[in-house]
């Protein structure tokens, strides 16, 4: 986690009875709150530590060099997020249900985190950092996982002819969850 020893802190915060005012925060960290709107905010260089952003609504909201650490963000539809400048770190969160339809998240880092059954369905992850990140029945469908390391990470099913695989990395022990299309017994 980078320094934010000059970010405005905000903290233990329920915003679910006093909603955000702001039309922009710029290097600002978020501890302890529950965020269930961020529609049209624009978030630049900001952190949000143990914060709980389940369900909350992120339609065209800008999340610019963004980190998230130890939040709970089950549900958040970022496919409605601003595409432009789109850059994102997630450490340790919950992001089960999480939809990035059709994002480009190729500056975004996901390392251990619970990403169940997200949907990552026509998303660029190209360039994307991942490590030690559980993926039970999240969706890659037309992804471009190009490059992706996934040798540390587990409980993927990638099917290797209906997204970009090339160059990405596996643990031999995971083909599995390659080949899992082709009803074969691996043993």
Not at 26 to 51: A, K, M, S, W, Y
Not at 108 to 115: A, D, H, L, M, P
Not at 167 to 182: E, I
Request: aromatic share 12%; proline share 2%.
């Amino acid at each position: 986690m980078r320094s934010t020893s000059s970010f405005d802190t905000i903290e233990n915060k329920d915003f679910n009875i006093e909603p955000l005012l702001e039309s922009s925060y710029e290097q600002v960290r978020f501890v302890q709150c529950n965020i269930p709107d961020l529609t049209g905010i624009d978030f630049i260089d900001c952190v949000f530590e143990e914060c709980n952003l389940s369900n909350a609504s992120v339609k065209n909201c800008k999340i610019s060099d963004i980190e998230f650490v130890n939040c709970k963000l089950t549900g958040v539809n970022f496919s409605e997020s601003k595409d432009f400048a789109f850059a994102a770190v997630f450490e340790n969160c919950i992001l089960d249900y999480a939809i990035f339809e059709r994002k480009k998240l190729n500056k975004t880092v996901f390392n251990s985190c619970k990403i169940h059954n997200a949907d990552f369905t026509q998303t660029d992850l190209s360039k994307c950092k991942v490590h030690n990140c559980d993926f039970w029945d999240a969706v890659f469908d037309g992804t471009n996982l190009a490059g992706v390391d996934f040798s540390t990470s587990k409980n993927f099913t990638i099917d290797p002819t209906a997204n970009n695989v090339r160059k990405a990395k596996f643990l031999s022990s995971d083909l599995a969850g390659l080949l899992t299309k082709f009803d074969i017994i691996i043993k």
